[in-house]
């Protein structure tokens, strides 16, 4: 039996594996956040729906990554304070995220937390944070897909210029 390969939580988490994973939670409860700010300025109820999909999915993750930071000793992040709700008609025009806006920034959120979490499984020697990071990886993968679908549904998905041929290239 080689180092390391008793029962993983067991075996302490190296100083990459807390920096990461606190550095994961303090970034999630910002989200959190965020989250609670985009649903109380959406107007689209479909928008709305993965508003509460990627606010669900944050919670639960902090609740995960807490619950293996208590359990080594680790002190947690601050919590920010719940967003309170609001009346989307109060917000005034100009101060309000529009729809296209959140939705970009979920699109863009997903895109980094599929590299946040490739990078923590990337080095964990702890199999069961490798694990758990996993499938946090799964599951922002699938809200990224419902925030692509919607974005084309909705048409607000901005895309780069299409490639659609190359020209033949001059020989020298």
């Given at each position: 039996m080689g180092i390391l390969s008793g029962d993983q939580q067991k075996e302490p988490m190296h100083y990459g594996e807390v920096f990461s994973t606190w550095g994961y939670l303090t970034t999630s409860k910002g989200k959190v956040s965020a989250y609670q700010t985009f649903y109380n300025h959406a107007g689209d109820k479909d928008l709305r729906r993965l508003i509460e999909n990627f606010l669900?999915?944050?919670?639960?993750?902090?609740?995960?990554?807490?619950?293996?930071?208590?359990?080594?000793?680790?002190m947690l992040p601050p919590t920010p304070p719940e967003r309170p709700n609001a009346d989307l008609d109060s917000i005034p025009a100009g101060a309000r995220f529009n729809d296209m806006e959140i939705a970009a920034a979920l699109s863009?959120?997903?895109?980094?937390?599929?590299?946040?979490?490739?990078?923590?499984?990337?080095?964990?020697?702890?199999?069961?944070?490798?694990?758990?990071?996993?499938?946090?990886?799964?599951?922002?993968?699938?809200?990224?897909?419902?925030?692509l679908r919607l974005?084309?549904?909705?048409?607000?998905?901005?895309?780069?210029?299409l490639h659609t041929g190359q020209k033949e290239l001059a020989h020298v």
């Amino acid at each position: 039996m080689g180092i390391l390969s008793g029962d993983q939580q067991k075996e302490p988490m190296h100083y990459g594996e807390v920096f990461s994973t606190w550095g994961y939670l303090t970034t999630s409860k910002g989200k959190v956040s965020a989250y609670q700010t985009f649903y109380n300025h959406a107007g689209d109820k479909d928008l709305r729906r993965l508003i509460e999909n990627f606010l669900q999915q944050a919670q639960k993750e902090n609740t995960e990554i807490e619950t293996l930071l208590k359990a080594n000793g680790v002190m947690l992040p601050p919590t920010p304070p719940e967003r309170p709700n609001a009346d989307l008609d109060s917000i005034p025009a100009g101060a309000r995220f529009n729809d296209m806006e959140i939705a970009a920034a979920l699109s863009a959120d997903s895109a980094a937390g599929l590299i946040a979490c490739s990078q923590i499984i990337g080095q964990c020697t702890r199999e069961d944070i490798a694990t758990m990071f996993a499938q946090f990886h799964i599951q922002k993968l699938q809200l990224g897909s419902a925030t692509l679908r919607l974005n084309k549904e909705k048409g607000w998905l901005i895309v780069p210029p299409l490639h659609t041929g190359q020209k033949e290239l001059a020989h020298v």
